[in-house]
């Protein structure tokens, strides 16, 4: 429930050009350390929407360590080891900093746009299956 209250209200406010300080604490507050990460990821526009013809859309987001993450927002989903062990395995977490960074990178209208055929997203996914095996 606290997630989605301080994204209701980081929707009208990201709008504008300077977050008010009140916001920035509540999500720090949210999401703690993750969310001052999150935010350096956007502002470095490190998230990318790849979406293809048919409608598919994934988000990768560059993640500090230079590796890329693909996240899918429409189920909550990275593929980062945090948001394995964090958020899935250990419940300790809401989501991980690329997570966030997209969310938030979808509010403030700050992603990147790609545009892809279908074939090269289904090999944006095969590859990433193939660098979590290694």
Do not use: N, W
């Not at 604490?25 to 935010?39: C, D, E, H, N, W």
């Not at 997570?99 to 074939?119: E, F, I």
Request: glycine share 4%; aromatic share 8%; proline share 3%.
């Amino acid at each position: 429930m606290r997630c989605f209250i301080s994204f209701m209200f980081l929707q009208e406010s990201l709008l504008e050009p300077s977050v008010p300080d009140e916001h920035l604490l509540s999500l720090k507050f949210v999401f703690g350390s993750s969310a001052v990460q999150a935010l350096d990821l956007v502002d470095r526009q490190s998230v990318t929407l790849i979406s293809s013809p048919s409608g598919r859309r994934v988000y990768q987001v560059l993640g500090s360590s230079g590796r890329t993450y693909v996240c899918l927002a429409s189920c909550h989903y990275c593929s980062c080891p945090a948001f394995a062990f964090s958020v899935l395995r250990k419940g300790d977490s809401l989501l991980c900093k690329h997570l966030l960074a997209v969310y938030l990178s979808q509010v403030m209208r700050t992603c990147q746009q790609l545009s892809v055929s279908d074939k090269q997203l289904t090999d944006v996914l095969l590859m990433e299956k193939t660098q979590e095996a290694s």
